[in-house]
């Protein structure tokens, strides 16, 4: 009896930890370990990871296994450069097999797409190496292809990070070219260029430990690529600084291989892999997520977490709200500090526990003449009992608290998605009406959510924290555009200007 | 027939055995280490050396010249280069995991060698430590940091599973209040200003500059000793430390003289 309950207990918890599994960053199969850059070739997304293969996606959110990667080796990088894709690799090194000798290579290919008849890799040779006893461990190589000239980093926690310098057009080391030590404490590095600074990225802490990984991701920055790099409180990272750029949170493990995911428009992104993601036993996987920028220095941003918001301009502050009628709320006094009118009775206000309130003595000013009560927000139902049926307009007013202006955004299961992100619906909270695109670049609400694409919404994080909104679809267009507040009250679904504050949103908690 | 089912009957014991026999090792291996770079397997030769094709006979140079002559100030970022470093004393740790406080604080506090926590060694004083002769090195390190591990390799000792145990004098012109011990070690370690505990750094670690930074100290007037130990699993052993003062400015006016 006992081991029947103790099975129905297990079964219970089992399930209850089933459905409260957190919905997961990315879809499909992400699953790889040491991931290279994201990169696009022949419409799709690839990455690459330790060991050889990697993973495609037709969006950047689902992804499979079926990228083709030959040479074996870890933590390959790859990155385009002209016709060419060009991908590093490390074969050797790394404490494997006992030693630190390690070679890092180079090949190159027209596309990554391995059904293509461009697809062929071509080998360059051995661009970086160590001898098993110098004090670097030449696995882990990065591109940075910036003014000009193709920068690789390579290394491990076994002695220093390194910098070469390869010829963009073939990818062999630049004749004579010497590596300059730049880092210690940290392997995974990835160079970034921006604003005249040059960027080293790289991985402290331990890997390969699941949940006990203690993998983050740091950075410093030079104005030369050579460096010396060093981070906000000016710690060389020669020396073992790095400011934070992202850690373990909520479910994820062990950050570590950053990638940078440019996709334009003041839209960037990176990829990294999480050691364990404990939604998925503890697997490494891969995620995409939001890079912002805060005073120079990339700021590692989360993915949009699905809740119930106030949608606001970064124009004008206003919120976004169907456009009806305002219900005023009733407390039976009015302004100042002027007794109830005689024609203001109790009997607008807010049921409470069943019965009508008794009416509050005075206006809203000057100290209370009764008991000071907390009084209900406007409910859906006072609110929404003016609202037209069918389709309704939105716009953008002063934030009011009001049902018509509080937004429930949920990522939407097997609807496809974006790089890093699925895409959401926008409904008010509390009913079904879906905010969508309709004909000609204007922005309506439906009576509810159909699923179609003009009601699926990507919502992109820009670098200083704000949002771009854009649709999945509009009807009768192929543009990309993004919902703009083309005034200060007035919305449409416009070309993205990523220079304006007029297509930018944040999203506040009501 | 029946020598072939006794045969038959024997082999398949002998298979019975051999296979129970080595179920009972992997069951009794240590498992797989964790928390390394690259893909978590240790170097073949744990604890060792590390091993190259290329093996060429190993020196101190260019990591430690011999401390000799007057006594050495700071480096320009007031780093104290200038140790008295005992050979590694073996401790075998496959994995730089169990490193947390604890098990660190039983690790150094086990007694090694007679008088480890006041002794102020000389070049060339030997102990001897489980069977093992260790001699006391007295070196100035060429940069910032000690690199305990080409301390190790360039005299061809053990470099992993290791307990790294150093001592300094350091002379101060006039006694210091309210200075920091700023510490950094790969891996774990902890140090004793005077005989009294001043910084701890538990859990893997790599070197950082000013990663740990003590509570307010003294530095009396004349020597003051610092004594620490470092210990490391598979990973390149080192530290460097400073003393800072009150708004994070190194202190450069010490000297650290030759023993003798």
Same mark, same amino acid.
């Given at each position: 009896?006992?081991?029947?309950?103790?099975?129905?207990?297990?079964?219970?918890?089992?399930?209850?930890?089933?459905?409260?599994?957190?919905?997961?960053?990315?879809?499909?199969?992400?699953?790889?370990?040491?991931?290279?850059?994201?990169?696009?070739?022949?419409?799709?997304?690839?990455?690459?990871?330790?060991?050889?293969?990697?993973?495609?996606?037709?969006?950047?959110?689902?992804?499979?296994?079926?990228?083709?990667?030959?040479?074996?080796?870890?933590?390959?990088?790859?990155?385009?450069?002209?016709?060419?894709?060009?991908?590093?690799?490390?074969?050797?090194?790394?404490?494997?097999?006992?030693?630190?000798?390690?070679?890092?290579?180079?090949?190159?290919?027209?596309?990554?797409?391995?059904?293509?008849?461009?697809?062929?890799?071509?080998?360059?040779?051995?661009?970086?190496?160590?001898?098993?006893?110098?004090?670097?461990?030449?696995?882990?190589?990065?591109?940075?292809?910036?003014?000009?000239?193709?920068?690789?980093?390579?290394?491990?926690?076994?002695?220093?990070?390194?910098?070469?310098?390869?010829?963009?057009?073939?990818?062999?080391?630049?004749?004579?070219?010497?590596?300059?030590?730049?880092?210690?404490?940290?392997?995974?590095?990835?160079?970034?260029?921006?604003?005249?600074?040059?960027?080293?990225?790289?991985?402290?802490?331990?890997?390969?430990?699941?949940?006990?990984?203690?993998?983050?991701?740091?950075?410093?920055?030079?104005?030369?690529?050579?460096?010396?790099?060093?981070?906000?409180?000016?710690?060389?990272?020669?020396?073992?600084?790095?400011?934070?750029?992202?850690?373990?949170?909520?479910?994820?493990?062990?950050?570590?291989?950053?990638?940078?995911?440019?996709?334009?428009?003041?839209?960037?992104?990176?990829?990294?892999?999480?050691?364990?993601?404990?939604?998925?036993?503890?697997?490494?996987?891969?995620?995409?997520?939001?890079?912002?920028?805060?005073?120079?220095?990339?700021?590692?941003?989360?993915?949009?977490?699905?809740?119930?918001?106030?949608?606001?301009?970064?124009?004008?502050?206003?919120?976004?709200?169907?456009?009806?009628?305002?219900?005023?709320?009733?407390?039976?006094?009015?302004?100042?500090?002027?007794?109830?009118?005689?024609?203001?009775?109790?009997?607008?206000?807010?049921?409470?526990?069943?019965?009508?309130?008794?009416?509050?003595?005075?206006?809203?000013?000057?100290?209370?003449?009764?008991?000071?009560?907390?009084?209900?927000?406007?409910?859906?139902?006072?609110?929404?009992?003016?609202?037209?049926?069918?389709?309704?307009?939105?716009?953008?007013?002063?934030?009011?608290?009001?049902?018509?202006?509080?937004?429930?955004?949920?990522?939407?299961?097997?609807?496809?998605?974006?790089?890093?992100?699925?895409?959401?619906?926008?409904?008010?909270?509390?009913?079904?009406?879906?905010?969508?695109?309709?004909?000609?670049?204007?922005?309506?609400?439906?009576?509810?959510?159909?699923?179609?694409?003009?009601?699926?919404?990507?919502?992109?994080?820009?670098?200083?924290?704000?949002?771009?909104?854009?649709?999945?679809?509009?009807?009768?267009?192929?543009?990309?555009?993004?919902?703009?507040?083309?005034?200060?009250?007035?919305?449409?679904?416009?070309?993205?200007?990523?220079?304006?504050?007029?297509?930018?949103?944040?999203?506040?908690?009501? | 027939?029946?020598?072939?089912?006794?045969?038959?009957?024997?082999?398949?014991?002998?298979?019975?055995?051999?296979? +129970?026999?080595?179920?009972?090792? &992997?069951?009794?291996? !240590?498992?797989?280490?964790?928390?390394? *770079?690259? /893909? $978590?397997?240790?170097?073949?030769?744990?604890?060792?050396?590390?091993?190259?094709?290329?093996?060429?006979?190993?020196?101190?140079?260019?990591?430690?010249?011999?401390?000799?002559?007057?006594?050495?100030?700071?480096?320009?970022?007031?780093?104290?280069?200038?140790?008295?470093?005992?050979?590694?004393?073996?401790?075998?740790?496959?994995?730089?995991?169990?490193?947390?406080?604890?098990? +660190?604080?039983?690790?150094?506090? &086990?007694?090694?060698? !007679?008088?480890?926590?006041?002794?102020? *060694?000389? /070049? $060339?004083?030997?102990?001897?430590?489980?069977?093992?002769?260790?001699?006391?090195?007295?070196?100035?390190?060429?940069?910032?940091?000690?690199?305990?591990?080409?301390?190790?390799?360039?005299?061809?000792?053990?470099?992993?599973?290791?307990?790294?145990?150093?001592?300094?004098?350091?002379?101060?012109?006039?006694?210091?209040?309210?200075?920091?011990?700023?510490?950094?070690?790969?891996?774990?370690?902890?140090?004793?200003?005077?005989?009294?505990?001043?910084?701890?750094?538990?859990?893997?670690?790599?070197?950082?500059?000013?990663?740990?930074?003590?509570?307010?100290?003294?530095?009396?007037?004349?020597?003051?000793?610092?004594?620490?130990?470092?210990?490391?699993?598979?990973?390149?052993?080192?530290?460097?430390?400073?003393?800072?003062?009150?708004?994070?400015?190194?202190?450069?006016?010490?000297?650290?003289?030759?023993?003798?």
């Amino acid at each position: 009896m006992k081991s029947k309950f103790l099975v129905v207990v297990a079964l219970t918890m089992l399930f209850i930890c089933a459905c409260g599994t957190a919905f997961a960053q990315l879809g499909g199969d992400p699953y790889i370990h040491d991931p290279s850059t994201v990169i696009q070739s022949d419409g799709k997304y690839y990455v690459f990871g330790t060991g050889g293969g990697g993973l495609i996606s037709d969006d950047g959110y689902t992804w499979h296994s079926g990228a083709v990667r030959p040479g074996g080796g870890v933590a390959p990088d790859v990155i385009k450069i002209g016709d060419r894709y060009y991908v590093a690799y490390a074969v050797g090194g790394g404490g494997m097999s006992g030693g630190h000798a390690s070679n890092v290579k180079v090949m190159w290919t027209k596309t990554l797409n391995p059904k293509s008849p461009d697809f062929e890799f071509h080998d360059v040779g051995v661009v970086a190496s160590s001898d098993g006893v110098e004090d670097c461990d030449a696995i882990d190589p990065a591109f940075l292809y910036a003014k000009g000239h193709l920068w690789l980093s390579y290394g491990t926690y076994f002695g220093f990070i390194r910098i070469v310098e390869l010829d963009p057009k073939s990818g062999k080391r630049v004749l004579g070219n010497k590596p300059v030590n730049v880092a210690i404490d940290m392997e995974a590095t990835d160079l970034l260029y921006r604003e005249g600074w040059y960027y080293l990225l790289g991985t402290h802490g331990t890997c390969c430990d699941g949940p006990n990984s203690t993998y983050n991701i740091r950075v410093g920055r030079s104005k030369n690529p050579l460096g010396p790099y060093v981070d906000n409180m000016g710690i060389p990272l020669l020396k073992g600084g790095g400011k934070l750029v992202v850690a373990a949170s909520g479910r994820h493990y062990g950050t570590g291989h950053f990638g940078l995911l440019d996709l334009d428009d003041g839209v960037q992104k990176f990829s990294m892999h999480y050691e364990a993601d404990m939604d998925r036993s503890a697997r490494s996987v891969l995620d995409i997520r939001p890079l912002l920028w805060k005073d120079g220095w990339p700021v590692g941003g989360d993915n949009f977490e699905e809740g119930v918001y106030e949608i606001q301009s970064e124009r004008s502050g206003g919120a976004l709200e169907l456009a009806v009628d305002f219900v005023r709320i009733d407390t039976g006094r009015r302004g100042g500090f002027g007794a109830p009118m005689p024609s203001q009775t109790h009997q607008n206000l807010p049921v409470q526990n069943g019965q009508n309130p008794a009416p509050p003595a005075g206006g809203f000013w000057g100290s209370p003449a009764g008991p000071v009560t907390p009084l209900p927000n406007q409910t859906l139902d006072q609110d929404s009992a003016v609202w037209p049926q069918g389709s309704i307009g939105v716009d953008l007013n002063d934030y009011m608290v009001r049902p018509h202006q509080i937004w429930k955004i949920a990522p939407v299961p097997d609807a496809g998605g974006y790089p890093g992100s699925p895409y959401f619906k926008i409904t008010i909270a509390g009913t079904d009406r879906a905010l969508a695109a309709s004909v000609d670049g204007e922005v309506v609400t439906a009576p509810s959510f159909t699923g179609a694409p003009e009601q699926l919404w990507r919502i992109d994080e820009l670098t200083d924290g704000t949002y771009r909104i854009m649709p999945k679809h509009m009807p009768g267009s192929d543009d990309q555009v993004a919902l703009t507040a083309i005034g200060a009250s007035s919305l449409a679904l416009i070309r993205f200007d990523h220079n304006s504050d007029k297509a930018r949103w944040n999203f506040r908690r009501p | 027939m029946h020598t072939f089912c006794k045969s038959l009957t024997l082999g398949i014991s002998i298979l019975i055995v051999l296979s +129970v026999a080595v179920l009972s090792f &992997a069951q009794s291996a !240590p498992p797989t280490p964790a928390g390394l *770079p690259g /893909d $978590g397997r240790l170097p073949a030769s744990v604890p060792g050396s590390v091993t190259s094709k290329n093996d060429v006979p190993r020196s101190l140079a260019p990591y430690f010249t011999p401390a000799i002559g007057a006594p050495k100030p700071t480096d320009p970022d007031g780093f104290i280069q200038r140790w008295m470093l005992l050979e590694p004393i073996v401790k075998q740790n496959r994995s730089n995991t169990p490193f947390v406080g604890t098990y +660190v604080r039983k690790a150094f506090t &086990a007694e090694y060698f !007679p008088d480890q926590f006041t002794v102020v *060694p000389r /070049d $060339g004083d030997k102990v001897t430590v489980n069977n093992q002769e260790l001699k006391w090195h007295a070196l100035d390190s060429a940069a910032f940091d000690v690199k305990l591990f080409r301390f190790a390799y360039g005299l061809n000792k053990p470099t992993y599973g290791v307990i790294f145990w150093a001592v300094a004098v350091v002379d101060s012109p006039h006694e210091m209040k309210n200075v920091r011990m700023a510490v950094g070690s790969n891996s774990a370690s902890m140090w004793w200003l005077n005989g009294n505990e001043a910084a701890n750094l538990f859990d893997d670690r790599r070197m950082v500059m000013d990663d740990v930074v003590s509570n307010r100290l003294t530095l009396q007037k004349g020597k003051n000793t610092i004594r620490g130990a470092v210990i490391n699993g598979p990973g390149l052993s080192d530290f460097c430390i400073r003393f800072i003062d009150e708004d994070g400015n190194p202190i450069k006016d010490l000297t650290v003289a030759v023993q003798k």
